[in-house]
């Protein structure tokens, strides 16, 4: 097992046999990723003989990953909105279905001069950085302010690496949802914990085990940040300002219930390309 064939059809051998479904593209990966080499110089030059660290390396990689372990926590890295997030054990994976978020929360961006932007459980800043990266300059739907709050300290600084990597200016803050904050904003956005406790043991183990389970658990129904924060959300948000949530897939129907108790209009559940719900939100209206 010496060429770069011979050691990615070891890879996929063991991965299949730990029971992992997508093996053959997580082989792959991981030997890109320890190689450097990407689909046409493997295909040009499969029979070159790999480097003795690099062959101990992907072993150790194809070893971890059988275990369950997130490839995207070997890899340190997962893109999300067109750009690169650094993650590890410490924050949950970005994922495209959060991207529906982004995208709702940057229509209403839009069609602002300037707008004041929080995120509620920032995790990676994903949300945060993207909408920072996308509108924090001059022009139409300009990012005045961002800011991120998040319990964690340790996600704090992985949030505040990505925002650097990226060039863009947020202000990442430690805190108990809003206990921490100190003014309004134009929208408030939140990917909190919306798993209900008693369904988290049956997740896969790549999160159950490996992803932080403070990320995940949205109490015993799921909905339990999702009162809270829309309970607290009208003295941190502008009069016409939106309250936008990412959903689990059967939950649009609660959540949008939650926003009517506590008073927000114009509450719209949307779709993920699945067809499942994925994102609500609300406009506060004038008191």
């Known amino acids: 097992m010496g060429t770069l064939n011979e050691l990615l059809s070891w890879g996929k051998g063991e991965l299949a046999a730990a029971g992992i479904l997508e093996y053959e593209l997580d082989a792959w990966l991981l030997l890109s990723f320890v190689t450097g080499i990407d689909r046409t110089r493997y295909l040009a030059d499969r029979d070159r003989v790999v480097l003795d660290k690099d062959i101990c390396y992907y072993r150790e990689l194809i070893s971890k990953r059988s275990r369950r372990i997130p490839l995207q926590q070997l890899t340190g890295w997962q893109d999300f909105m067109g750009l690169a997030f650094e993650v590890d054990h410490h924050v949950l994976i970005p994922r495209q279905d959060t991207e529906l978020l982004v995208e709702e929360a940057g229509r209403r961006i839009r069609k602002r001069a300037q707008v004041r932007v ?19 300059s001059l022009g139409s739907g300009q990012i005045v302010r961002a800011v991120g709050v998040d319990i964690s300290e340790r996600a704090l600084e992985i949030a505040r690496k ?7 200016k947020v202000s990442f803050i430690k805190g108990d949802l809003f206990d921490a904050v100190e003014e309004k904003f134009d929208l408030i956005v939140s990917n909190p914990p919306y798993i209900s406790s ?28 999702y009162r809270k924060i829309t309970e607290q959300a ?16 059967d939950q649009g129907e609660a959540v949008a219930s939650i926003l009517k108790k506590n008073g927000y209009a114009d509450i719209k559940v949307y779709q993920d390309l699945a067809g499942l719900d994925r994102v609500c939100l609300g406009k506060r209206m004038e008191e």
Not at 234 to 249: F, K, R, T, V, W
């Open 198 to 225: 008693s369904v988290i043991e049956r997740l896969e183990p790549e999160v159950r085990d490996h992803e932080p389970r403070i990320a995940l658990d949205g109490g015993e129904d799921g909905l339990y940040f």
């Open 118 to 136: 929080l995120d509620l459980c920032t995790g990676s800043g994903c949300i945060i950085t993207s909408l920072a990266h996308e509108y924090g």
């Open 162 to 168: 990505n925002a650097a990597r990226h060039g863009v």
């Open 234 to 249: 009208a003295d941190y948000l502008m009069e016409g300002g939106y309250l936008l949530y990412e959903i689990g897939y």
